[in-house]
């Protein structure tokens, strides 16, 4: 099959068609604006000056500023925060000085934060520049402390300097509770806080009342731990507001600082408020075998429990039983354990617990320590560091435990030993 290329024909003698205009011919019809205008730039164009050394100098300045210029401006707040949350701390920390803006978005990445000076949040200043705190300390912000004071006081609670003009220790000595910020100052602060920072997860203050921890339990629905120092029984009873609470440290009497009351009655408002507890802690506090079973049958969620420097009346230690999902036991600095246990039929062992840990503790009782490893019968660790009078006597107790030839660890450090133990 092929194909034939043929040439049309056309026919000369026909009249040729006028071609309609087109837009662009109409547009640049009337030409004559636009020859002014050029004709205007070419003249101003020649009578313009030839560039002098001057204007070449300062063109060329132009440049090298450019690279001068802050090319983070370009980046967004979200995109910034990003990258200077991927930095390490070491190198985090110096991003304050950039500018004012890298100095605010800094501010959003810090959450752990220790305050030293109160004013810092009855001015605003803590909750404008942290706005995203879930981890805070104010213990030293809560206390006054002379400046031109050259005498240091140091405690594993706290440390601050001390009035010159103590002469010396004298038996109700309570420096710490003289130089505390006033109670409704507390409070005033504790609301401040809350409101701005309700995403707190951690709380660690002193002298507060219930009214400040009320206001902390209703705006902090996520706070999980709570370290409280000064406190009392009425103080608990803003705390039995907090539902999500799990990690509580309560500090009642601390010798020469302050002096403060927790017994059988805050500890069963304690129990019955705050029932998802998984770790506690008792340091300097009062209490009976009441207390320490409201605790044991209202947490059963409770899995730690340390008694640091306890003032237990006698017949206490029996009450552990009700702990029924009790692993772990802390005794800490405590002069006693329980001088007094009751008849054996009482003291019924833990049945969960695995871990016995005594550090700075006396044991010149046997009694009372014959009565601890019978409550600690299931125990699979025991751990003994810095402890007082131990002998051979003592030691012979631990065979009560069902475990004790499967301890897998038997630790003596430091030990100021009695008679000896072999």
Request: some cysteine; charged content about 25%; aromatic content about 8%.
């Amino acid at each position: 099959m092929s194909f034939s290329a043929e040439e049309p024909t056309t026919d000369t003698n026909q009249p040729l068609k006028k071609r309609s205009p087109s837009w662009s011919d109409l547009w640049l019809k009337n030409t004559k604006p636009l020859k002014h205008v050029i004709f205007a730039m070419q003249l101003q164009s020649l009578s313009s000056p030839t560039p002098n050394k001057e204007s070449k100098t300062k063109t060329q300045t132009l440049i090298p500023k450019f690279s001068k210029i802050d090319r983070t401006l370009l980046l967004s707040d979200e995109l910034l925060l990003k990258i200077l949350s991927k930095l390490t701390d070491s190198h985090r920390n110096h991003n304050f000085l950039v500018c004012k803006r890298w100095l605010n978005l800094q501010g959003r990445l810090v959450r752990s934060l220790k305050v030293l000076d109160w004013e810092f949040i009855e001015s605003g200043r803590l909750i404008a520049r942290f706005p995203n705190l879930t981890n805070v300390d104010l213990i030293n912000g809560c206390i006054v402390t002379p400046h031109n004071s050259s005498i240091w006081l140091n405690h594993r609670f706290l440390s601050m300097n001390i009035n010159f003009e103590i002469s010396g220790f004298v038996p109700n000595w309570r420096i710490c509770e003289e130089n505390l910020l006033p109670v409704e100052v507390v409070d005033r602060g504790l609301q401040a806080l809350a409101s701005a920072c309700p995403n707190l997860r951690k709380l660690i203050v002193i002298g507060a009342s219930e009214l400040g921890l009320l206001s902390v339990a209703e705006e902090c629905l996520t706070l999980q731990e709570l370290e409280l120092h000064k406190c009392n029984d009425n103080v608990l009873r803003g705390i039995a507001a907090c539902d999500n609470l799990q990690i509580l440290k309560l500090v009642g009497n601390v010798d020469g600082l302050y002096r403060s009351l927790v017994s059988d009655i805050g500890l069963t408002i304690l129990a019955q408020g705050c029932k998802r507890l998984v770790k506690l802690e008792l340091s300097g506090c009062e209490g009976s075998f009441d207390g320490i079973k409201a605790i044991g049958q209202c947490c059963q969620m409770l899995e730690e429990f340390t008694l640091c420097d306890h003032r237990m009346d006698d017949g206490w230690l029996a009450a552990l039983s009700y702990c029924e999902n009790l692993k772990t036991l802390r005794f800490l600095s405590c002069m006693k354990i329980d001088p007094n246990p009751g008849p054996d039929e009482y003291l019924v062992s833990c049945p969960a617990l695995e871990k016995l840990h005594l550090q700075k503790c006396q044991f010149r009782d046997k009694k009372s320590v014959r009565a601890l490893f019978k409550v600690c019968e299931a125990v699979r660790e025991i751990v003994v560091k810095d402890c007082w009078g131990l002998d051979n006597d003592m030691f012979s107790s631990a065979s009560i435990c069902r475990l004790a030839w499967i301890l897998r660890r038997l630790f003596f450090f430091h030990l100021h030993l009695h008679g000896g133990a072999s």
